[in-house]
């Protein structure tokens, strides 16, 4: 079982940019696709961007599109979200999640998740 921590939220105002981190530990991790979701108030949790374990295929939701973009760094057993032109509806809790299977990530579904770091976007 491989566990997540997230790190890197925080205040910024619209337009500006923040770089969210998941490390990761656990056996194997080099083996799983990663991915990001967020929760907003009153929201569910919507999948923002995934990576495969290789580092390649990067997909993302529309709404993030040429904003965001994950990486990872296999030696460092850590994936990155960097966020740029944020936007106040960018606002929520995000969440690091691993899976074996990339498709079931873009799903929704995770075998692991971390605990969430808070962005908030002012305007």
């Keep these: 079982q491989v566990q997540l921590e997230e790190s890197g939220g925080g205040m910024v105002q619209a337009g500006g940019s923040l770089r969210l981190s998941c490390a990761a530990s656990g056996r194997g991790v080099w083996v799983y696709s990663m991915a990001w979701f967020r929760q907003a108030p009153g929201k569910e949790r919507e999948f923002v961007a995934v990576i495969d374990r290789n580092g390649d295929n990067p997909f993302y939701t529309d709404s993030v599109k040429d904003r965001f973009t994950i990486s990872r760094e296999n030696a460092k057993n850590t994936v990155y979200l960097q966020m740029n032109s944020l936007k106040p509806e960018d606002t929520a809790v995000y969440y690091c999640a691993a899976?074996?299977?990339?498709?079931?990530?873009?799903?929704?579904?995770a075998g692991a998740w971390g605990q969430g770091t808070q962005v908030t976007v002012s305007s």
């Design 99 to 109: 899976d074996l299977f990339v498709n079931r990530l873009r799903g929704g579904t």
